[in-house]
């Protein structure tokens, strides 16, 4: 399967602005058979309400877009963008194609002052076999691996919308690799990871201050894990191509998680910052989503 990762200019705003920008990218790549966009490609990547305003009705648009485009060019698109159901709002991604839209996953952790969290699935079934979603931080999650470890996967999907220090990119590649990596190795199937490029706009809590304060920003670093596979070139600046194949895999080996973590982290920051900020968020949320104004 010819896949095709898009590393989204995250500074472009405006939904029917991005369909543009994006449908254009598609239209210059050479072939797909799939491509994948980043978290939250339709709005662009934004923690906190400020992208309420960009919030689709139960997907319809998103959905009826998306299959527009994979029929238009015979290709199969994943697409992440912001939901409204039912009074709440939240972080999804779909895969379509030609016939339509093949699933949606929902984003279990998603930033807590903007979208609704819960244990939502993690898994996709299209004409190419069961597809493993994990959106950003979700991929780190032990939650998302109990979701796929049973499952025969033909390939891993990790679409971010991820900040990190631009001073550091080794430390950032690193960290990338060694998540992506034990899903590669573990299923033997490949791994898409894509991320978008750009500034980080406001994110409220103290982790937000924090990263704000080192100059955090959206930095790329998009690659596919794939054994055997060959690279395609693209005249796409944005675009990082591969030819892999594709077949059900079961999981060969377990993931060793330290707690909840794939990645040991630090535990005073888990405790001193990210779990304060978290409840502090949901319950700023809870408070201000009823006093959201539907996009019309």
């Known amino acids: 399967m010819r896949i095709f990762a898009l590393e989204l ?11 543009a920008y994006i449908e254009d990218l598609i239209r210059r790549l050479p072939q ?14 934004m923690a906190s309400r400020e992208i309420w305003q960009y919030a689709d009705d139960c ?13 238009k060019y015979r290709t199969h698109l994943g697409v992440g963008y912001l939901d409204r159901e039912d009074g709440d709002y939240y972080n999804r991604y779909l895969i379509a194609g030609p016939d339509g839209v093949c699933g949606v996953v929902t984003k279990s952790e998603g930033e807590s002052a903007v979208f609704k969290r ?9 004409p190419f076999g069961k597809v493993g979603v994990g ?10 691996y109990d979701n796929v470890k049973t499952e025969p996967l033909s390939l891993i999907l990790f679409p971010h919308g991820a900040p990190a220090d631009p001073t550091k990119p080794d430390r950032e590649r690193r960290e990338i690799d060694t998540r992506c990596l034990r899903y590669a190795n573990a299923f033997g199937v490949p791994v898409v990871y894509v991320n978008c490029k750009g500034a980080l706009e406001f994110m409220p809590g103290k ?24 690279a395609l070139s693209a005249d796409v600046p944005e675009a990082v191509g591969a030819d892999v194949s594709l077949s059900p895999q079961r999981l060969k080996q377990e993931i060793r998680f330290y707690g909840e973590d794939i990645l040991p982290g630090n535990r005073l920051f888990r405790h001193l910052i990210l779990q304060p900020d978290t409840k502090a968020g949901v319950a700023s949320y809870e408070k201000h989503k009823t006093d959201a104004v539907p996009n019309t």
């Not at 995250?10 to 369909?19: A, L």
């Not at 797909?32 to 990547?45: D, H």
């Not at 959106?135 to 998302?144: G, T, V």
């Open 9 to 19: 200019n995250n500074d472009i705003k405006g939904v029917e602005q991005r369909k």
């Open 32 to 45: 797909p058979e799939l491509v994948v966009l980043p978290e939250l490609a339709l709005c662009s990547y």
């Open 59 to 71: 997907g319809k648009n998103a959905a009826a877009w998306a299959a527009a485009i994979a029929k």
């Open 118 to 126: 819960g244990r939502f699935g993690s898994v996709i079934e299209t």
């Open 135 to 144: 959106i950003c931080y979700d991929s780190r999650r032990k939650h998302f």
């Open 207 to 230: 982790m937000g201050r924090m990263m704000q304060k080192r100059g955090f920003r959206m930095n790329g670093m998009s690659k596919i894990y794939a054994a055997g596979a060959a």
